[in-house]
């Protein structure tokens, strides 16, 4: 058994007497090894019933191993089992400290059980006293330097943590978010990518479905990494367990190690078939958070082209990651535009993403070296589109169209070529082709902008006359239009001062009274 042979304990003492108590245990035991068995005492109350106990458990654990650290109490070397009889040589010194070993692992295995208690003030706590163990383990190692320059990490210790922080069965974002701090530390940042990578083969191997892991896992996993900020200087020195000796070969003091272990656990988890919001989760920080620190960001080309092509606000959220692989690697992706023409629907209006997507638009069709029929057919697809759309993306999408023809000239055409007024018969415009350059955009008008001009909402009818004038050369600023939204133009009319309006009315005779009515005639009030 983990501590020894003793009954789990109740939680019916009071507080203050168990803390009493904890504290005479933790006296005895460090005044004398005459009373080592009070340790028992000690880690049963770590399986208390009463919250109250357990935290002072904990906190007299923390106590009690940091103190025999330091005096040296505990074995150091290759622990034997706890069941396998010493050689008769072994004297009663070496007996003791391999003894009070076995009973600090047992304290450790408590406390990574209670990572998982259903108080989060305990997890919390267990969770600082197994990182404080990591440092003592450094400055006090329980085995031989495995390094020429002496430094230790407890990787044990630190694989114990990231697992409990990761159960395939529930939900660990609070105290993922807890261990965040202890994330900004190099050596800890390093080790925990290299276990978060440990577990998801682990996951594999316990999974029947290939590339399919559970749920609540995924996300613990996202929660984590997701978590980590990486370091941007060459020269790493900020640790939780202080190295002695300066090490050259040392992985952890190394962006370049940082950089390759971050790329892989990442490509590691991307490979998984992940749920939709998860999907989402990722695409909106890949272009800013994981893109920039890996070694070779073009291996991330088949995820986003994976994700461009699922459509939807997928498709939109993947063309941040695209942007920064084609404009910043050379990324080429050849159905490209035609994949961004086809993403232009209704529903796009109404996106979450809406600004995102409109942001990156407008800087995909910058370039003033792109084909004139695809700015065209851009063009008029917006135009068809905002026939239905509302009035606070009408304010941005009028000028949109507006600076693509400004771009390139050889689209005017589209607002001076005379067309019947939503006549849909005598467009040449087929609406229903993905392909922009089968969707004869240049034989056809923007007349819907013209319909715009007798939209019932005023600032709609003025964007909309600017191409009923002569179209300036200087662009119309939109990135203050990108976020509009409908309760910005509520509030904008309602601030608006109305002069006084003349109206031809009749007047009232008295409270029934009108002229030429029956009612009149006959009452008077």
């Not at 230790?152 to 807890?178: G, N, Q, Y």
């Not at 988890?269 to 919001?277: G, H, N, R, T, V």
């Not at 994949?339 to 990156?360: D, G, I, N, Q």
Request: neutral net charge; contains cysteine.
């Amino acid at each position: 058994p983990r501590i020894g042979k003793r009954a789990k304990r109740a939680g019916g003492a009071d507080g203050v007497s168990a803390r009493k108590e904890l504290d005479s245990k933790l006296g005895a035991v460090l005044e004398s090894r005459a009373n080592a068995n009070s340790v028992f005492d000690i880690l049963e109350y770590l399986e208390s019933e009463n919250d109250g106990d357990v935290q002072a458990a904990i906190r007299t654990c923390s106590k009690l191993f940091e103190s025999l650290l330091e005096k040296g109490e505990l074995y150091i070397g290759d622990l034997p089992p706890e069941d396998q009889s010493l050689p008769d040589s072994t004297g009663a010194e070496e007996k003791y400290k391999i003894w009070m070993r076995h009973r600090y692992n047992s304290c450790v295995s408590c406390l990574a059980d209670l990572l998982h208690h259903s108080s989060f003030q305990i997890q919390e706590l267990a969770l600082c006293v197994l990182l404080k163990f990591i440092v003592l383990e450094g400055k006090f190692p329980l085995e031989a330097a495995k390094w020429k320059d002496g430094y230790r990490f407890s990787r044990p210790l630190l694989k114990l943590v990231v697992t409990s922080l990761l159960p395939e069965d529930k939900d660990s974002a609070s105290l993922i978010t807890r261990f965040q701090e202890y994330l900004e530390y190099d050596d800890v940042r390093y080790y925990t990518m290299s276990l978060i990578n440990e577990n998801i083969v682990r996951a594999h191997q316990n999974t029947k479905e290939p590339h399919s892991l559970p749920t609540a896992f995924q996300n613990n996993v996202f929660c984590l990494l997701s978590s980590i900020n990486m370091p941007v200087e060459n020269e790493l020195s900020h640790f939780l367990v202080e190295q002695k000796e300066k090490c050259d070969d040392w992985k952890p003091a190394k962006l370049k190690e940082h950089k390759r272990m971050f790329e892989k656990v990442w490509m590691n988890f991307l490979k998984e078939k992940l749920a939709i919001s998860l999907y989402k989760k990722v695409l909106l920080i890949l272009h800013e958070s994981i893109l920039p620190h890996m070694s070779k960001p073009t291996l991330m080309i088949d995820f986003l082209t994976a994700a461009y092509d699922i459509g939807g606000a997928i498709s939109l959220l993947a063309l941040n990651g695209l942007f920064v692989l084609i404009h910043q690697h050379n990324l080429e992706y050849p159905d490209f535009y035609k994949k961004l023409y086809s993403l232009l629907e209704p529903s796009v209006f109404h996106a979450k993403y809406r600004a995102r997507f409109f942001h990156l638009a407008n800087l995909f069709l910058s370039s003033t070296h792109l084909p004139v029929y695809l700015v065209a057919a851009f063009a008029k697809r917006l135009s068809r589109l905002s026939l239905t759309a509302p009035p606070q993306v009408l304010m941005m999408i009028i000028p949109f169209i507006c600076n693509l023809i400004r771009r390139h000239p050889a689209c005017r055409p589209l607002i001076h070529r005379p067309m019947a007024l939503g006549d849909l018969t005598s467009d040449p415009y087929i609406m229903e082709e993905q392909d922009p350059a089968k969707s004869q955009a240049l034989e056809s008008s923007l007349w819907e902008i013209e319909a715009l001009q007798n939209h019932y909402y005023p600032d709609v009818v003025r964007a909309a006359n600017v191409i009923s004038r002569s179209l300036s050369t200087q662009e119309s600023e939109i990135s203050e239009l990108l976020e509009l939204s409908s309760y910005e133009l509520f509030e904008k009319q309602m601030k608006k001062r109305h002069g006084s309006v003349p109206l031809e009315f009749e007047s009232v005779r008295g409270l029934l009274g009108r002229k030429q009515d029956i009612t009149a005639e006959h009452f008077s009030i």
